[in-house]
Structures are given as structure tokens and as C-alpha cells.
């Protein structure tokens, strides 16, 4: 084995080679069904480990187990400073175990071990952070006009049971963000983690239960969108759906919440414009600009997907671009030299790869990438760094998300233009700006329909910021305070003092 390839984690060894179950009620079990399916490694197509595939029937001990622990026993009970502690000592746990946890994520994602690092600090962070917003959760005194001697005050209460769905691209990072706003504000979850990503989330279950949280708080069921998903939003006893992933499922997941008008928040897709203006700072553009897209192989909602530079820099830009994708290794994320991992599944693969291919049959220019043929990457789920030159902003790989390492460079000549063309998409979740412009920095950030727009950087998260997006990138806010409003319900108390 090369010396540049890391060893995978003792303790990651040994969690995966113990018999997986769910975790339901408090207690670790099979799947009703007896079913299992597997988890490979992207790197290699190697099966990593079997995971029990849960159905209907164990969703709906789920729900009952966390409906029961939102009604009954410790957890209704519980201070607001007690379920601080719990988040606290959560985030102590997770910082502890996090080489553990960074190598089963790179196992299971195929992202670098040393991106994940980063990763599980974030989660750390999440956690901490919403450990100080339960003491913070108030209500209002309201100076009302009714006439007589009326009280009136709000208070917030928890929603109830959340059914909270994630994805596959970031699942360590997706299930803090799925966790640490109800549980903060007092609502049981039964968490559904994506079958091509299960590992972290089962190992996070078993750091929950280390934490102290009462039986029943949270519920993890591992198994197929299809049958567990489908069966988590339609229960009528589920109070809240929250779902990060593609905007055609956040799509029959509105449906399915409809029968029961359940509450709901997604984080859906995204075609994110990034801006490059000839005044920026050129080299640290393309940096911004190859790490907005390739970060990740480009399976990134917020992926910098639609590239538009300036006309006077565009031919220069484009194809420096280009020459600075030769610089990317490409390999498994346990190689500390490589920096461009593999795609998630062979599917995945296959669906970019078929982007690639409409795009030269549109008719734009791919100035590189493609397929990765190398002997020693064929069994893994590898496309190279791919550029199109000389898009048109309708075709179907500068419209449609592609979710891989394919980004499409168009130019053009003025402020104005820049905004109509980046608004031209029905997504609206990200978008970059290069320029050292103050004031056409703020033109094109208050211009540009999405929700957030990076300058001069891109892809900066913190649990203080929301996160989410316009049109059909998404319903809601995650993290900072309207998150919060996310997970609670308004309650107005009327009182006659006469």
C-alpha cells in the first residue's frame, strides 16, 4: 500500500464489523422484516458493511416510540438547562470520537479524511450552539386593545414528533443540523439517514444514548426513500417533516405531508451562478471558483454549477480554469495527496457522465474531464474535473443539476445582464461573487434571487447564519434563530383580569 494512504481508524474497524441495527425506542434492533442491504465504499465498490432495511412496520414503532417519550416520562420534564447539558455533553462525545467518526464518513461518502475532520468540528459546533438557545426560547407580553382588563401573552412549545430525512453528500454534518434545533426546543425525532450513507448516523445514535437522552428521543431507521421515507412523512402521527435532498422528492414530500397537513421545511437543489468580474482578484477567483464546484466531486446543493466571468476575461479565465484542474489528484479520500474523491454509487456516476454527454450533443465546448480510465480508479465511481466552454444559459447542463464535477462557463458584459442571467433558473439556493467592487458586490448580491450569495468566498456556513433557499431550492431556514421558529409552535394565552 502507498505511504500516502491512511490506515482506516481502529475504532471505525471495529464499528463496522458488528452487526448493525436500528436504534428505536432506546433499544438497538433488527429490522421487523429481517431484511438487510449494504454499504459500500465509492473509493473502491467494496461492500463495507449490511445495515438492516426498515419498512412501514418500523416506522411505525418509531413514531410511537417518539411519540411516547414527547408525552411521557423524562423528556417534557426535562429544564431547558438540562437539555443544554445533554447537547453539551453530545458535542463533548462527538469531539472526542471525531478521527472515528471523520474515517466512517470518508469510508461511507468518499470525501478527503481531512475535509471530514472539518466536518465533525462544525457538528461540534451545531450542537454547542443550540445548547445555548434553550434557555432562550420566550414568549411575549402583548399590549392588546380589546377592551376589558385582558392579559395577553405567547409562549413556544414544541411541535412534537419531527420525521427528519438526509442526504448522502454530508450525512455526519446533515444529522447535527436534523438533531440539534428540536431537540433544543423539546421535540422528539425519528431520523431517517440516506441507505448510501447510514454508518455515522448509527454511530451517532450510540454517542446519543451515551449523552444520557431519555429512551424514544431519538429514533434512527435505516432503509430505502421509497418505503421508509414515503412511510415517515404520509404517519399522521408525525408532527414535522424536514428534508435536505432533490427538489423532485422535497416535491412528493409536500404531497405526502398535505394528507395531514403536517409541517414542513426542505433544503432542496440548487444551479448556483458564480459571478467572476475582471476586477478580482484573479488568482484567488479561480481558486473560489474550482472549490465551489469540484469540492466534494461537485455533490453540493450550493455547487457553483453556472460560471459567468466577464467577456474581458472570459476566454483567459475559462482556460486557466482549465489548466487548473491539472493540479487535482483524483482518488480515495484515505489518499492525503489526492483532492478530488470519488461520486457516491455507480448511479450517480452514470447520470453525470450522461450530463456530459448532452452537453457536447448541446453543443458546448468541453475544454476538459470526462471519464476517469486509470487501472487502479476503475473500481471506483471517479469523473474528472469537466469544463464547457461557450454555454448557452438555456441548455440543459446550465439549467439542470447535475450534482457532479461539471461546471458551465458563460460569459458576459454588465451588472445588469449578470443578475437577469443568474435569476434565469428555478433554483435559488447559492451564488458566488468575484470582485473587489464594494458597491457592485452589493448590487449583484441584493439582485440575484437565492439564499445566500458568498463574495469573494464561497460556501461559508455557521450555525449564528440561516440557510435555505428561494423558489424550488426549498420552504425554511436552518440554523439561527428561525430555525428555532421552525421547530416550535406559537401559543397566544388570553386572560381576563376583571
Not at 464499528?15 to 432506546?26: N, W
Not at 446519543?208 to 429514533?219: C, H, K, L, M, R
Not at 460560471?307 to 479520500?333: H, P, R
Not at 401559543?491 to 376583571?498: A, E, F, T
Request: charged fraction near 20%.
Amino acid at each position: 500500500m502507498s505511504t500516502s494512504v491512511i490506515s482506516l481508524h481502529p475504532k471505525a474497524i471495529e464499528f463496522t464489523s458488528a452487526p448493525k441495527r436500528m436504534l428505536i425506542g432506546g433499544q438497538w434492533v433488527e429490522s421487523v422484516s429481517g431484511k438487510t442491504f449494504t454499504t459500500e465504499n465509492p473509493a473502491t465498490g467494496e461492500i463495507i458493511t449490511t445495515v438492516p432495511e426498515g419498512d412501514k412496520e418500523d416506522i411505525n414503532r418509531a413514531v410511537a416510540a417518539a411519540r411516547k417519550a414527547f408525552e411521557e416520562g423524562p423528556w417534557p420534564k426535562i429544564k431547558p438547562n438540562e437539555r443544554a447539558n445533554l447537547l453539551l455533553k453530545l458535542a463533548d462525545l462527538v469531539e472526542q470520537n471525531a478521527e472515528e467518526l471523520a474515517h466512517l464518513e470518508t469510508l461511507d461518502n468518499g470525501r478527503s479524511l481531512e475535509f471530514q475532520l472539518k466536518v465533525v468540528d462544525r457538528v461540534v459546533e451545531d450542537f454547542r450552539y443550540y445548547a445555548g438557545w434553550t434557555t432562550k426560547i420566550n414568549g411575549e407580553t402583548i399590549p392588546v386593545s380589546t377592551p376589558g382588563n385582558i392579559f395577553n401573552y405567547t409562549k413556544r412549545e414544541p411541535i412534537g414528533v419531527c420525521g427528519q430525512i438526509i442526504p448522502w453528500n454530508a450525512p455526519l454534518l446533515m444529522a447535527a443540523w436534523k438533531l440539534s434545533a428540536p431537540l433544543a426546543t423539546g421535540n422528539t425525532v425519528v431520523l431517517k439517514p440516506a441507505e448510501n450513507t447510514p454508518l455515522t448516523a448509527l454511530r451517532l445514535g450510540e454517542l446519543i444514548q451515551e449523552a444520557g437522552f431519555p429512551d424514544g428521543v431519538v429514533n434512527i431507521v435505516t432503509g430505502f426513500g421509497g418505503t421508509v421515507g414515503a412511510a415517515l412523512t404520509e404517519h399522521p402521527d408525525v408532527d414535522k417533516i424536514a428534508f435536505t435532498g432533490s427538489t423532485a422528492v422535497g416535491k412528493q414530500i409536500m404531497r405526502s405531508a398535505a394528507v395531514n397537513v403536517k409541517k414542513v421545511s426542505l433544503e432542496l437543489g440548487g444551479k448556483s451562478a458564480h459571478i467572476v468580474f475582471a476586477d478580482a482578484d484573479y488568482e484567488k477567483a479561480l481558486a473560489n471558483v474550482a472549490n465551489a464546484i469540484f469540492g466534494g466531486s461537485g455533490q453540493a446543493c450550493i455547487a457553483g454549477s453556472r460560471l459567468f466571468i466577464e467577456k474581458k476575461i472570459y476566454d483567459n479565465f475559462i482556460s486557466d480554469l482549465a489548466e487548473y484542474t491539472k493540479n487535482y489528484k483524483i482518488g480515495s479520500g484515505f489518499d492525503h495527496t489526492a483532492n478530488l474523491g470519488p461520486l457516491i454509487s455507480a448511479k450517480q456516476k452514470k447520470s453525470v457522465l450522461s450530463y456530459v454527454d448532452i452537453g457536447k450533443q448541446e453543443g458546448a465546448e468541453m475544454l476538459v474531464g470526462g471519464d476517469v480510465t486509470e487501472e487502479n480508479l476503475a473500481c471506483g465511481y471517479y469523473v474528472r474535473p469537466t469544463i464547457f466552454a461557450n454555454v448557452n444559459n438555456s441548455m440543459r447542463i446550465a439549467q439542470e443539476e447535475i450534482f457532479g464535477p461539471v461546471v458551465a462557463g458563460m460569459p458576459f458584459e454588465s451588472v445588469d445582464e449578470v443578475i437577469k442571467l443568474a435569476n434565469q433558473t428555478k433554483y435559488g439556493l447559492g451564488g458566488g461573487v468575484n470582485t473587489t467592487d464594494l458597491r457592485k458586490a452589493h448590487q449583484v448580491a441584493h439582485g440575484i434571487k437565492t439564499g445566500n450569495v458568498w463574495v469573494n468566498r464561497y460556501g461559508v456556513l455557521d450555525p449564528a447564519s440561516p440557510f435555505g433557499g428561494y423558489k424550488q431550492s426549498g420552504i425554511g431556514r436552518e440554523h439561527g434563530a428561525e430555525s428555532i421558529d421552525m421547530y416550535t409552535e406559537t401559543k397566544s394565552v388570553w386572560i381576563d383580569l376583571d
